[in-house]
């Protein structure tokens, strides 16, 4: 009996194998602050490198650049942004196939830190003082620091939040306090202003001043004048005084001072002083 060999037809299918398309994956870039060095990478897989990279629309922050990385996969951004400001903008990427995937971003560059409070407030002697001094930028918590001198009595505090320094307290001694005041943020970035406290000295004395009035049809009122000797005046009123009464309560305990008083006539002549009356304030 013969055998039948069947023949076996082995039939092999070859396809091509497709490699994903090109694709942009960093979803979000971070933000920044303005004079601080500010770096980013935005990376990309799939498709043939090597890739080209191009921002397509928008703007950069201004001294931040792009450079593709050497293997091409990323686009490398970094710099220093000067100005502080919102920038969005659009990147692409194109593979070595011509396949092109695009992504947009917004950079947000913050303002460098600052001492926003120009001036403090003066005060007087055994009276109570306060002043806020402010910044703003950066980035918190906040780190301040005093030189030079707080008039004995008042003390700085960070606020809670640390963006801003608070003087408080009771003056002690009448005098004149130059200070600098520097504040640090997180990031190391410092600002630094000068202030000066002007302490008057506290009274418990005003002196009441009285003169006859002048003659003269004319007269637009009186001017006050003090001195130390008699010899040397300065006239402590700011406008004319219109009648013939003045209380001066800008007195220190246990000084002696000379008051003396003139006319003024409404096309503005002065009249010569008073005879000077001497008056010595307790201690």
């Not at 947009?104 to 055994?126: C, F």
């Amino acid at each position: 009996m013969k055998s039948c060999l069947l023949a076996v037809l082995l039939i092999v299918s070859v396809s091509q194998c497709h490699a994903s398309a090109v694709e942009i994956t960093t979803k979000n870039v971070p933000n920044g602050i303005a004079k601080t060095h500010y770096s980013a990478v935005i990376a990309a897989t799939g498709g043939c490198t090597p890739y080209q990279w191009a921002v397509v629309s928008g703007k950069l922050p201004p001294g931040v650049e792009e450079k593709a990385s050497t293997t091409t996969t990323s686009l490398d951004l970094s710099g220093t942004p000067t100005i502080a400001a919102s920038y969005p903008f659009t990147v692409s990427v194109k593979d070595c196939g011509g396949h092109v995937a695009e992504a947009s971003y917004k950079i947000v560059i913050k303002a460098a830190i600052d001492i926003t409070t120009k001036n403090v407030p003066n005060g007087t002697a055994k009276t109570y003082y306060s002043a806020v001094i402010a910044a703003t930028g950066g980035c918190t918590p906040y780190q301040w620091a005093v030189s030079g001198k707080l008039p004995p009595g008042v003390e700085e505090k960070a606020s809670t939040t640390t963006t801003s320094l608070d003087l408080s307290g009771t003056p002690t001694i009448a005098a004149s306090y130059p200070f600098t005041v520097s504040v640090k943020d997180c990031g190391g970035h410092v600002a630094d202003a000068s202030y000066k406290i002007v302490i008057k000295a506290a009274t418990s004395y005003v002196v009441d001043l009285k003169w006859d009035a002048s003659t003269s049809n004319d007269v637009a009122g009186y001017n006050v004048y003090r001195g130390p000797d008699g010899v040397r005046w300065e006239k402590i009123n700011d406008s004319l005084v219109p009648s013939t009464y003045y209380n001066d309560s800008t007195v220190t305990d246990g000084s002696t001072y000379y008051y003396s008083a003139t006319a003024v006539s409404v096309s503005g002549e002065e009249s010569k002083k008073t005879s000077a009356i001497k008056v010595s304030i307790p201690e």
